[in-house]
């Protein structure tokens, strides 16, 4: 193991924050890994259910990475995949029946997404990745992070999408009834996966561009 | 490290009992809550079936939803002859044991029928679907339909929520000009494609991607509507009776 005596670090030293704001920019989950796609297509028709669903996956992620992280040393390799699975689909079922009981019309919105949060690569790719290999305080940085990360590209295609394809923001109407009178028309395509995946496909290559990251 | 085989079962014990333990005690203590919910979203789309809905992009408030219910919908229990079953009301309905009492809704203004709700329900491709539909008083028109539960694929099944789908049910019949039931078909496809002008009334069209769904809502629709027809009929020798 790394984490044998090593000089003591501060809670927000340089590395730290690296753990957290990398995958917000250059090593994004969705832009530069391409994980959690489906889930990002699903449930950026408008904005509430996107940021529902951003909170949902980093609240799992920060979690299971905490879990998986304080019990790395006690998980025994043989079985280590079937226990990261087990936390995760604990947490996500519990995140469910909270939806359920409190935000019920968001939760029948966003149906078997939730649930399939428990299958999002991003979740057990972290937990595999970086919270078996760290201390909790890391695994922590890297959950929020990668949740962010997750989560504000969630957010912008959402918003693009809302405002293209329904002419609303978080359910406000933004065009006057005027606009559409002279001949304006949402953009249904947008509406529809298609739009998802033109406005993923301009995500990428912009973030792609600014941070100068390449895929090999 | 490597741990020892005993170690391995004991964990794994120990994870699944603690998970466990933590979801059980989740689902209940959060069950009343969820209950609730589902009992105004059941609530809410008995007043939608019958046209009555928030304004686009709104929501009604559970306080509305109550309120709305209240001064709108009447609730009954008919029995298989299409008796009104006195002394019980739909929510007490227990579906194993009570096979032949059905629930029934009214939308009633100034002690006036205006229209008459029924559940619908059903299995689709991978799960049952559950809805309303609202009947004019002529037990012929359909006035709505609103399928508010159910497991199918999103995109495709799931689209039969969509009001662009249970909109064409509007104004269909679910009976010919002599009474007799001929329920309303999802056709693959378009109406218009496959069905002549005439019989149009009792076809609706179709979801592409989504024919058994479709197929399971035309079987269960149908069966449904079977178990109401006595009560339709009864209500149709009443109406008769008041005009002559």
């Keep these: 193991m790394s984490d044998v005596k090593q000089p003591k670090e501060g809670l927000f030293s340089k590395k730290n924050m690296k753990i957290f704001t990398n995958p917000i920019s250059e090593n994004n989950p969705i832009t530069f890994q391409v994980l959690g796609i489906c889930s990002a297509l699903a449930v950026t028709v408008q904005m509430r259910t996107a940021l529902v669903m951003a909170l949902a996956v980093t609240s799992v ?7 998986i992280s304080l019990l790395r040393k006690r998980i025994p390799s043989k079985i ?15 995140v469910d029946q909270i939806l359920k009981a409190f935000l019920f019309d968001i939760s029948k919105q966003l149906s078997v997404f939730v649930g399939l949060i428990i299958t999002n690569c991003i979740i057990m790719g972290r937990a595999e990745a970086f919270a078996l290999q760290n201390k909790p305080w890391p695994s922590v940085l890297d959950g929020l992070g990668n949740g962010l990360g997750y989560g504000w590209i969630l957010m912008v295609i959402a918003m693009g999408r809302e405002i293209l394809g329904s002419g609303t923001f978080l359910g ?7 606009f559409y009178a002279a001949g304006y028309e949402n ?17 990428v290559w912009v973030q792609r561009t600014i941070t100068k990251t390449v895929h090999e | 490290m490597q741990h020892s085989n005993a170690y391995t079962y004991r964990f794994a014990a120990t994870v699944t009992i603690v998970c466990s333990v933590l979801l059980a005690s989740a689902a209940t203590l959060l069950k ?7 009992l105004l979203d059941v609530r809410k789309n008995i007043l939608a079936s019958v046209g009555i809905k928030p304004e686009e992009g709104k929501t009604f408030s559970h306080k509305q939803v109550e309120k709305l219910y209240k001064e709108n919908i009447k609730e009954f229990v008919i029995d298989d002859k299409g008796e009104v079953v006195d002394g019980i ?3 007490e309905l227990d579906p194993k044991k009570d096979k032949n009492r059905f629930p029934l809704y009214e939308k009633q203004k100034d002690g006036q029928v205006e229209s008459i709700v029924l559940p619908i329900s059903g299995k689709g491709l991978w799960s049952t679907i559950y809805g309303y539909m609202a009947l004019n008083t002529d037990c012929r028109t359909v006035i709505g339909v609103e399928f508010y539960k159910h497991g199918e694929t999103p995109g495709l099944g799931s689209e039969i929520s969509t009001s662009s789908f249970t909109g064409q049910y509007k104004g269909k019949k679910i009976s010919d ?15 218009k494609d496959s069905i002549a002008d005439e019989d149009a009334w009792h076809y609706v069209d179709g979801i592409s991607g989504a024919t058994l769904t479709g197929r399971g809502i035309n079987i269960f629709l149908e069966k449904d509507l079977k178990k109401y027809t006595p009560f339709f009929e009864k209500v149709l020798a009443q109406k008769e009776a008041d005009n002559e």
């Design chain 1, 61 to 67: 992620l920060t979690l299971s990475n905490v879990t």
């Design chain 1, 80 to 94: 280590r995949i079937i226990v990261e699975l087990a936390v995760v689909a604990t947490l996500v079922i519990l």
């Design chain 1, 172 to 178: 406000f109407s933004l065009f006057p009834e005027s």
């Design chain 1, 187 to 203: 953009m249904g395509l947008m509406v529809l996966a298609p739009g998802a995946f033109i406005l993923l496909g301009l995500l």
């Design chain 2, 32 to 38: 009343p809550y969820q209950t609730q919910n589902e």
């Design chain 2, 89 to 91: 009301t739909p929510g």
């Design chain 2, 177 to 191: 000009e002599n009474g007799k039931l001929v329920s309303i078909t999802i056709v693959k496809g378009k109406v």
